[in-house]
């Protein structure tokens, strides 16, 4: 069972930058491919971007490329996601999430919390 806790979330003007955090408590950590994803209110949860398990492949979807860096530190059983150039329809919850395959977009089975991301204009 893999327990996911994000943080680094708050409120940041527009332009600016957050760096996402997701510690695991697996000590397999290294073997799953991890996922960022969000939800604003009123919307579907989407995909943000994915990063294979030892970190030599990722995934983003196309609204965040160029703006969004996902990597992670598996000696730190850790993910992070670094968003720049924040814009307010960025704002959501943001989750981070597991899968034993890659790549993938939807097949994920452990999920964090979430953290709260609200970007002001």
């Known amino acids: 069972q893999v327990q996911l806790v994000e943080s680094g979330g708050g409120l940041v003007q527009a332009g600016g930058s957050l760096r996402l955090s997701c510690a695991a408590s697996?000590?397999?950590?290294?073997?799953?491919?991890m996922g960022w994803f969000r939800q604003a209110p009123g919307k579907e949860r989407e995909f943000v971007a994915a990063?294979?398990?030892?970190?030599?492949?990722?995934d983003y979807a196309d609204s965040m490329k160029g703006r969004f860096t996902i990597s992670r530190d598996n000696a730190k059983n850790t993910v992070y996601l670094q968003m720049n150039s924040l814009k307010p329809d960025d704002t959501a919850v943001y989750y981070c999430?597991?899968?034993?395959?890659?790549?993938?977009?939807?097949?994920?089975?452990?999920w964090g919390q979430g953290t709260q991301v609200t970007v002001s204009s």
């Open positions: 999430a597991a899968s034993t395959k890659y790549p993938s977009r939807t097949s994920y089975g452990y």
């Open positions: 697996e000590r397999t950590f290294s073997s799953y491919t």
């Open positions: 990063i294979r398990w030892d970190g030599s492949s990722t």
